[in-house]
């Protein structure tokens, strides 16, 4: 595996593939950080890079991309989002650029808002001749967002950015049936704190079992091309 930001050109060789991870600046509760998704897409992105490499695949590691679509998250302040319509170009231009030097793109996708963009842009891609797909950052079980899952990969990851102190449940109604209000009235409406579940027993132990988790899953969804 190789990290694009601090290599230099000549030690990329030929890789197979890279990855892409997306995340977002979106508010996420009085108790993580703005960057909590792009902090975890790019863990699970390095986590499927470890797999991809034991079978012997050739893989990059790019940069996360910090902004994403996040317009749901707009009324709390520092929450910076660039829209489906940006999201989507921005990653359209993103695969065709690598795609000059990599056989293969894949994007690992840390945020939900950014799925109609992202799924746009990949079938955009696909008509143009382009072999790109995309992962999410998902575990069976795990709440929306701010919640127990996201804290414990949290404390698992940068334990330094989590307030704990500060963590308290939010709105814990199952994401489908919340769905279609969010969309109309926004996160802060139905959940005053940001918080869409319950950070209570979060903890670093479970996180690293939960990024595990999430790493074998998006592992899993690969293409047989790519994986195998």
Not at 3 to 22: D, I, N, S, T, Y
Not at 113 to 120: K, Y
Not at 143 to 165: C, F, I, K, N, Q
Not at 202 to 210: K, N, P, V
Request: with cysteine; proline share 8%; net charge negative.
């Amino acid at each position: 595996m190789t990290e694009l930001a601090p290599a230099r050109w000549p030690e990329l060789g030929e890789p197979a593939l890279v990855l892409v991870p997306l995340g977002s600046t979106e508010q996420h509760g009085p108790h993580l950080p703005f960057d909590t998704d792009a902090v975890i897409a790019a863990a699970v992105a390095r986590g499927v890079a470890e797999r991809l490499r034991a079978a012997s695949v050739d893989v990059v590691v790019a940069p996360a991309l910090p902004y994403g679509a996040s317009g749901e998250h707009q009324d709390f302040p520092g929450t910076t989002s660039i829209g489906e319509e940006a999201l989507g170009l921005v990653v359209v231009e993103l695969a065709r650029s690598l795609r000059a030097w990599a056989p293969r793109v894949v994007f690992v996708n840390g945020h939900g808002g950014n799925v109609r963009a992202l799924t746009d842009a990949v079938a955009q891609l696909a008509e143009e001749g382009h072999d790109v797909s995309w992962v999410p950052c998902g575990v069976a079980g795990g709440d929306a967002h701010a919640g127990r899952t996201e804290t414990s990969v949290m404390l698992h990851l940068a334990p330094a950015s989590v307030a704990l102190d500060l963590a308290a449940p939010g709105n814990a109604t199952p994401i489908d049936e919340l769905m279609p209000a969010l969309r109309r009235r926004g996160v802060r409406e139905l959940a005053p704190n940001g918080v869409l579940g319950d950070p209570t027993g979060a903890s670093a132990a479970e996180g690293a079992r939960l990024l595990a988790a999430m790493a074998d899953a998006a592992w899993a969804r690969l293409p047989e091309s790519v994986a195998r």
